[in-house]
C-alpha cells in the first residue's frame, strides 16, 4: 500500500514537472552551466555518490512552485558531472513519518549495500508534537525506483535532543561497519552524533563526535565527515553562527571512541550564496564537494531568494569542487577540472601592466570563466578593483585590498534586486603571485583566489546586457603575468 502511495505521489509530481518545463526551460535568469532542476524549488544536494557507471544526484526539491515546501528528491545522473539526465523523482512524502507538507523527505545520503543503492534521509512530521524528525531508509536495486523501508525509522531522536533539531545523516563505510553522523541541538548547543550499524537498519550510538560550545552555533545542518590524506574532515552547516555558513575542521579521528580532535577550523566559501555542501568520492579517488547556492532567511545577511520564483523555478547547485588537503592541514577548494569542457572562444595575454586608475575590459558577456596571475612583487597597487557584469548603472564590485588584507564582494548595485557586500579575509603573507579565477554564469559568480583558500559565491540576477567585466588597479601599478578568459558552452 504505501509502495503505491509513494509511486502515486511521484507520478503526481511528475506531471506537474511535464506541464511547466518547457515554459520554465525559456526563463531568462536560467543559468547555462550549473546544475539546476526542470521546474520548481531546490536546496541541498543529497544522496551524492557514483554508482554503477554514474554520477547521481538527488536533490531537495518542491516540485509545485519556486519556494520550499513538502520536500521530495529530485534525481539526475552524469558521466562527467557536466551534462546531466533528470531521471524521476526518487523520493515523495507519503508515510506518516514523513508526510506533513511544511517537512517531507529532508536531507540525507547514499550508499552502496548489499548490491543496492541506499538511501538514509530525514522524515520529517508533525503528529501534533511539532516537527518530528526521524532518520529513514529507501533502497533500490536499479538505482532509479526506489521503496521505503518498512521498518522506518531506524533512528529517533535520542534523549534530551528535541525532535526538531535531529536529522541529515551522512553515511560512510569503514571495515565492515556502517556510521552515519547526524546534526542536533542539545541545550542550545550544536552536535554531531555518530552511529553505526552492520546492516543498516539497526544503529547504534557511538558517540558525540564533536559539538560546538558556542563559537560554532546551536545546530549543524548537513554534517559530513571523511578521510583526506591522514587526517579528517568534518563540515558542516551551521545556525547561529552569524556569518559563517558553510564551515569545515580538520582533526584526527578514533574510531575506538568515536571522537574527532579538530586542530583547524576554516569557511568553505565566504559568499552569501553557499550552503550545506556534501561530499562524495569520484571513481579516480577525488573528495568532490557540491552545495547549495542559497541561503535561509534565518541567516544575518538574507533578503530573499532571488526573482527567479517569477519564472517557476528557484535554486541550483554551486560547481563541483574537489578537496585539497595542504600541508598545514588548511583545505583548499578546486573546480573540478571536467568543467574545462565547457571552454570556448579562449583569449589570453601575457604580461599586461595596468597602471593606476585605467581599467582593462579583461572579458565581454555574462557566461564566461577568466584566470588571472597577478605578479605581487612587481605590482605596486593598494587594491584591485573588479567590475562584474558591468552597463553604465549596474555593477557587481570585487576589490582585493591589499592594506586592509580584505575581499568584498558588493551586489548591492548589481541588478536593482540583490544586497549586500560579502567579505573574506586575503592572507597574502609570504606569498609572490595572487591567483583569481572566475566562474560567472546567467545568474550567478563564483570567485575563487588565494590558492582556492578564499572563495566567494554570490548569485547575482544581472540581465544579458550587464556584459562588461573590467579590472582596474588602484593606488600604484599592477602586474598581470597571465591573463586567460573562456566563453562557456550552455549544457542545462
Ligand atoms: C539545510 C536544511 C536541512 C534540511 C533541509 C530541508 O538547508 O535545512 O537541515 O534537511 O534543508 O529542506
Same mark, same amino acid.
Given at each position: 500500500?504505501?509502495?503505491?502511495?509513494?509511486? /502515486?505521489?511521484?507520478?503526481?509530481?511528475?506531471?506537474?514537472?511535464?506541464?511547466?518545463?518547457?515554459?520554465?526551460?525559456?526563463?531568462?535568469?536560467?543559468?547555462?552551466?550549473?546544475?539546476?532542476?526542470?521546474?520548481?524549488?531546490?536546496?541541498?544536494?543529497?544522496?551524492?555518490?557514483?554508482?554503477?557507471?554514474?554520477?547521481?544526484?538527488?536533490? /531537495?526539491?518542491?516540485?509545485?512552485?519556486?519556494?520550499?515546501? !513538502?520536500?521530495?528528491?529530485?534525481?539526475?545522473?552524469?558521466?562527467?558531472?557536466?551534462?546531466?539526465?533528470?531521471?524521476?523523482?526518487?523520493?515523495?512524502?507519503?508515510?506518516?513519518?514523513?508526510?506533513?507538507?511544511?517537512?517531507?523527505?529532508?536531507?540525507?545520503?547514499?550508499?552502496?549495500?548489499?548490491?543496492?543503492?541506499?538511501?538514509?534521509?530525514?522524515?520529517?512530521?508533525?503528529?501534533?508534537?511539532?516537527?518530528? /524528525?526521524?532518520? !529513514?531508509?529507501?533502497?533500490?536495486?536499479?538505482?532509479?525506483?526506489?521503496?521505503?523501508?518498512?521498518?522506518?525509522?531506524?533512528?529517533?531522536?535520542?534523549?534530551?535532543?528535541?525532535?526538531?533539531?535531529?536529522? %541529515?545523516?551522512?553515511?560512510?563505510?569503514?571495515? +565492515?561497519?556502517?556510521?552515519?553522523?547526524?546534526?542536533?541541538?542539545?541545550?542550545?548547543?550544536?552536535?554531531?552524533?555518530?552511529?553505526?550499524?552492520?546492516?543498516?537498519?539497526?544503529?547504534?550510538?557511538?558517540?558525540?563526535?564533536?559539538?560546538?560550545?558556542?563559537?560554532?552555533?546551536?545546530?549543524?545542518?548537513?554534517?559530513?565527515?571523511?578521510?583526506?590524506?591522514?587526517?579528517?574532515?568534518?563540515?558542516?552547516?551551521?545556525?547561529?553562527?552569524?556569518?559563517?555558513?558553510?564551515?569545515?575542521?580538520?582533526?584526527?579521528?578514533?574510531?575506538?571512541?568515536?571522537?574527532?580532535?579538530?586542530?583547524?577550523?576554516?569557511?568553505?566559501?565566504?559568499?552569501? +550564496?553557499?550552503?550545506?555542501?556534501?561530499?562524495?568520492?569520484?571513481?579516480?579517488?577525488?573528495?568532490?564537494?557540491?552545495?547549495?547556492?542559497?541561503?535561509?532567511?534565518?541567516?544575518?545577511?538574507?533578503?530573499?531568494?532571488?526573482?527567479?520564483?517569477?519564472?517557476?523555478?528557484?535554486?541550483?547547485?554551486?560547481?563541483?569542487?574537489?578537496?585539497?588537503?595542504?600541508? %598545514?592541514?588548511?583545505?583548499?577548494?578546486?573546480?573540478?577540472?571536467?568543467?574545462?569542457?565547457?571552454?570556448? %572562444?579562449?583569449?589570453? /595575454?601575457?604580461?599586461?601592466?595596468?597602471?593606476?586608475?585605467?581599467?582593462?575590459?579583461?572579458?565581454?558577456?555574462?557566461?564566461?570563466?577568466?584566470?588571472?596571475?597577478?605578479?605581487?612583487?612587481?605590482?605596486?597597487?593598494?587594491?584591485?578593483?573588479?567590475?562584474?557584469?558591468?552597463?553604465?548603472?549596474?555593477?557587481?564590485?570585487?576589490?582585493?585590498?591589499?592594506?586592509?588584507?580584505?575581499?568584498?564582494? +558588493?551586489?548591492?548595485?548589481? +541588478?536593482?534586486?540583490?544586497?549586500?557586500?560579502?567579505?573574506?579575509?586575503?592572507?597574502?603573507?609570504?606569498?609572490?603571485?595572487?591567483?583569481?579565477?572566475?566562474?560567472?554564469?546567467?545568474?550567478?559568480?563564483?570567485?575563487?583566489?588565494?590558492?582556492?583558500?578564499?572563495?566567494?559565491? !554570490?548569485?547575482?540576477?544581472?540581465?544579458?546586457?550587464? !556584459?562588461?567585466?573590467?579590472?582596474?588597479?588602484?593606488?600604484?601599478?599592477?602586474?598581470?603575468?597571465?591573463?586567460?578568459?573562456?566563453?562557456?558552452?550552455?549544457?542545462?
Amino acid at each position: 500500500m504505501s509502495k503505491e502511495l509513494m509511486q /502515486q505521489n511521484i507520478e503526481k509530481a511528475q506531471r506537474e514537472i511535464d506541464a511547466k518545463k518547457e515554459y520554465v526551460r525559456k526563463g531568462k535568469m536560467r543559468q547555462h552551466y550549473h546544475f539546476m532542476p526542470q521546474t520548481g524549488w531546490l536546496n541541498d544536494p543529497n544522496g551524492l555518490i557514483f554508482y554503477k557507471g554514474k554520477y547521481h544526484f538527488f536533490y /531537495q526539491y518542491n516540485p509545485y512552485e519556486g519556494f520550499w515546501s !513538502c520536500m521530495h528528491w529530485g534525481h539526475a545522473v552524469s558521466g562527467d558531472l557536466v551534462h546531466w539526465e533528470y531521471l524521476p523523482l526518487a523520493l515523495a512524502p507519503s508515510e506518516s513519518y514523513d508526510n506533513h507538507h511544511q517537512g517531507g523527505c529532508f536531507s540525507g545520503s547514499a550508499i552502496e549495500h548489499d548490491g543496492k543503492l541506499f538511501l538514509m534521509y530525514t522524515g520529517t512530521t508533525n503528529n501534533g508534537k511539532g516537527f518530528e /524528525q526521524s532518520q !529513514c531508509i529507501a533502497y533500490s536495486e536499479d538505482g532509479i525506483h526506489f521503496e521505503k523501508y518498512k521498518g522506518n525509522p531506524v533512528l529517533t531522536a535520542p534523549e534530551g535532543i528535541p525532535g526538531d533539531f535531529f536529522r %541529515d545523516p551522512k553515511l560512510w563505510k569503514h571495515e +565492515d561497519t556502517y556510521y552515519v553522523v547526524c546534526g542536533a541541538n542539545k541545550d542550545g548547543m550544536a552536535q554531531a552524533l555518530l552511529y553505526k550499524s552492520q546492516d543498516m537498519f539497526h544503529w547504534e550510538f557511538v558517540n558525540i563526535l564533536a559539538e560546538s560550545r558556542g563559537e560554532w552555533g546551536y545546530m549543524w545542518e548537513c554534517p559530513d565527515f571523511y578521510p583526506i590524506g591522514d587526517k579528517y574532515v568534518l563540515m558542516f552547516s551551521p545556525m547561529g553562527a552569524k556569518e559563517r555558513t558553510s564551515v569545515y575542521l580538520v582533526g584526527d579521528f578514533d574510531y575506538q571512541t568515536g571522537k574527532f580532535y579538530y586542530t583547524v577550523s576554516g569557511e568553505i566559501d565566504w559568499g552569501f +550564496d553557499y550552503y550545506a555542501p556534501q561530499s562524495f568520492l569520484s571513481p579516480d579517488g577525488r573528495r568532490i564537494i557540491v552545495g547549495w547556492a542559497n541561503a535561509w532567511d534565518w541567516m544575518p545577511f538574507w533578503k530573499d531568494w532571488g526573482p527567479t520564483y517569477k519564472e517557476g523555478w528557484c535554486g541550483f547547485f554551486n560547481l563541483p569542487r574537489e578537496v585539497v588537503l595542504c600541508g %598545514d592541514n588548511t583545505l583548499q577548494f578546486l573546480p573540478v577540472s571536467e568543467l574545462e569542457q565547457l571552454r570556448k %572562444d579562449e583569449q589570453v /595575454q601575457r604580461n599586461v601592466t595596468l597602471e593606476a586608475e585605467n581599467p582593462l575590459l579583461f572579458r565581454e558577456g555574462s557566461v564566461y570563466e577568466a584566470k588571472l596571475k597577478i605578479n605581487l612583487k612587481e605590482s605596486t597597487a593598494k587594491k584591485i578593483c573588479m567590475e562584474l557584469r558591468s552597463s553604465d548603472e549596474k555593477k557587481t564590485l570585487v576589490v582585493f585590498d591589499f592594506e586592509k588584507a580584505e575581499i568584498s564582494f +558588493d551586489r548591492s548595485r548589481a +541588478d536593482g534586486w540583490s544586497k549586500g557586500t560579502a567579505k573574506s579575509p586575503l592572507n597574502l603573507l609570504g606569498k609572490d603571485y595572487l591567483d583569481i579565477h572566475i566562474f560567472s554564469d546567467q545568474s550567478s559568480v563564483e570567485m575563487f583566489s588565494n590558492h582556492y583558500q578564499n572563495n566567494i559565491s !554570490c548569485n547575482i540576477f544581472a540581465p544579458e546586457t550587464e !556584459c562588461g567585466n573590467y579590472i582596474t588597479a588602484q593606488g600604484g601599478k599592477l602586474s598581470i603575468e597571465l591573463m586567460e578568459t573562456w566563453d562557456l558552452e550552455g549544457v542545462m
